[in-house]
């Protein structure tokens, strides 16, 4: 019989690297009652089979922070909980093929700068330094980043579980969930099952799902949208390699691939441009410590440009094929935060192929929430309310997954748009919209005129890092509106009606502006909270 309490303070699914940092942040903020399920072993879902690379280089200023943190967490975890996690400061290189590349990758090493990461734009010859193997046509530049690392994946799980059980969290394996009470807008208690047989009942103040791939399924039971879809992740390592020593870790997103040094052997991971969903239709019960069929036909692409880049592969033979499952978001962004249907369940799941990376600050970032009620910063780009409810349809996510892993090497421009699983929501006006001229973007599922092209010119965004092509398209159009009258289709737009004696002073008290005007005028600001926030 497992021997677990009848209350907790807190109850968190999911014993893989995410579920550990929740448990280890709570009880670093001195949280008693904090118990962790996990249906088999810790790390046994998607943590233990990761390949480790742990990069601060993020695409916002928050998941950047969020990412710095975690660095330095994991640096001190082995010397505070006595697990050594294989944590090794390696450094890392990213090298740009185009020049649109090269100016995202110093964009970002700009913004990582001004938050204190150690980071410098190298020139080739210092890659080949570094880097002797590496074949550097066309390589027009490059950054390094001395401070980032790689790391065992389960080690680091399992020391933050350690530093959560050294402070009293209580952590169970072999024991599932299976349910939720629910009273209203709150949950409860979470209903259990362990593995011999035995089932029984936790009351619970908060609850945290951090399933992973099983997220989805897990918020279900508590009526809570949680979309994201599992998708097969490969990588091969080769056999050891002669004079093969420590490097750093390498990233070539314009050839899709990624390259670590472990123990003389190459490891050589892929996020291809069309990625293949697995499990649409549920994640096997049984699934632990489980690994996919290998595809060497998906796979080939990537390898055959990485032995060009990389010549010493073509001799090395293939140890592993390794082929495992991770979740991804329709937005490539992780889910974090209070699920906007109930009170008191919260949600850090969908990791998107970086949640060894991303789980330090993650858990950070959640555990302080959730103590506090308020985000401790902007976490607009994770926050869970974000999602829309058709964005747990099963078509929708299996459509939008085959894009969101290979955009993880994408060219991350502005306005970049999404290209499969759209049409989802269309106003009355879509074909007039586009009978003008329209170029769609997609807002919370609705598609919505972003601009619109002249006669002769494509309806096509020609996305760059410097001036895009609808400059003036939309230069004109902002001049005939403010010089003359225009008329926008709001149908895309949130709507609350509030009404009532009240109904001033309570929108004069959330709203930074003024909304007492007359009829017929519009008042434009933003809705603050108790910290005058957004
Ligand atoms: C091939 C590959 C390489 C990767 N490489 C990297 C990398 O280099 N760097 C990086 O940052 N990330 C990497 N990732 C991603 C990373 O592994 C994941 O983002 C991370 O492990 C997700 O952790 P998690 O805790 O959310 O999920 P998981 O580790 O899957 O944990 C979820 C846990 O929840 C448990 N669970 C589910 N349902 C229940 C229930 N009802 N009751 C109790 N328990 C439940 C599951 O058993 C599971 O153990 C890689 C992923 C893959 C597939």
């Excluded at 990461?117 to 890659?127: A, D, K, M």
């Excluded at 009273?183 to 047989?197: L, P």
């Excluded at 809570?224 to 490969?234: D, G, I, K, T």
Aim: a negative charge; proline letters at 4%; one cysteine or more.
């Amino acid at each position: 019989m497992s021997a677990l309490p009848n209350k907790a303070r807190v109850v968190i699914i999911g014993g893989g690297v995410i579920g550990c940092s929740v448990a280890y942040h709570l009880t670093k903020l001195g949280w008693e009652d904090v118990v962790l399920l996990e249906r088999k072993q810790l790390t046994s879902g998607t943590t233990w089979h990761a390949a480790g690379l742990i990069a601060q280089l993020r695409a916002t200023a928050n998941m950047t922070k969020l990412a710095k943190y975690s660095q330095e967490l994991y640096g001190g975890l082995e010397e505070e909980t006595g697990v050594a996690t294989g944590f090794k400061r390696v450094g890392s290189i990213t090298v740009a093929l185009t020049e649109e590349r090269r100016e995202e990758i110093y964009r970002q090493a700009a913004m990582a700068r001004a938050f204190g990461v150690e980071v410098e734009e190298i020139s080739n010859e210092r890659v080949q330094e570094m880097y002797p193997h590496l074949n550097l046509e066309g390589v027009v530049g490059a950054v390094y980043l001395p401070l980032d690392g790689q790391g065992d994946p389960a080690n680091i799980a399992l020391a933050l579980a350690k530093g959560a059980r050294q402070r009293g969290g209580l952590i169970k394996e072999g024991v599932k969930v299976t349910g939720m009470a629910k009273d209203g807008s709150r949950v409860t208690g979470v209903d259990w099952t362990d593995e011999d047989g035995n089932s029984g009942h936790i009351e619970a103040d908060m609850v945290v799902n951090c399933g992973g791939m099983w997220g989805h399924e897990v918020g279900r039971m508590a009526g809570v949208n949680v979309p994201l879809q599992a998708c097969e992740h490969f990588y091969i390592v080769t056999e050891a390699i002669e004079g093969l020593t420590q490097l750093p870790v390498l990233r070539v997103p314009d050839e899709h691939a990624y390259y670590k040094e472990d123990a003389g052997k190459f490891l050589l991971g892929a996020f291809e441009p069309e990625s293949k969903p697995w499990a649409v239709d549920g994640i096997p019960d049984d699934f632990e410590f489980d690994q996919l069929q290998e595809d060497f036909d998906h796979f080939e692409p990537i390898l055959e440009k990485a032995i060009e880049r990389m010549p010493l592969l073509a001799e090395a033979g293939i140890h592993t094929f390794f082929n495992g499952p991770e979740s991804f978001t329709p937005d490539d962004a992780y889910h974090l935060g209070l699920a906007p249907e109930m009170d008191n369940f919260w949600v850090a799941a969908g990791f998107n192929s970086i949640g060894i990376q991303s789980a330090g600050g993650a858990g950070m970032a959640l555990a302080a929430w959730m103590d506090t009620g308020e985000k401790p910063f902007d976490l607009g780009d994770v926050d869970i309310s974000r999602m829309q409810p058709f964005q747990g349809n099963k078509r929708y996510l299996e459509a939008r997954s085959k894009e969101t892993l290979g955009l993880l090497y994408a060219d991350h421009f502005p306005f970049r748009q999404k290209a499969t699983a759209r049409g989802v929501r269309r106003t009355p006006f879509h074909q007039h919209l586009l009978d003008q001229g329209a170029v769609m973007g997609e807002i919370a599922g609705w598609e919505r005129a972003n601009w619109f092209a002249n006669e002769g010119q494509k309806p096509e965004y020609e996305y760059s890092w410097k001036r895009q092509n609808f400059f003036d398209n939309v230069a004109a159009e902002h001049n005939a509106v403010r010089n003359n009258v225009g008329m926008y289709d709001m149908t895309s737009f949130g709507k609350l009606r509030v009404e009532g004696r009240d109904a001033m002073a309570f929108m004069n008290y959330i709203g930074g502006g003024d909304y007492d005007v007359p009829v017929g005028k519009i008042v434009y600001t933003q809705f603050l909270n108790s910290k005058a926030g957004i």
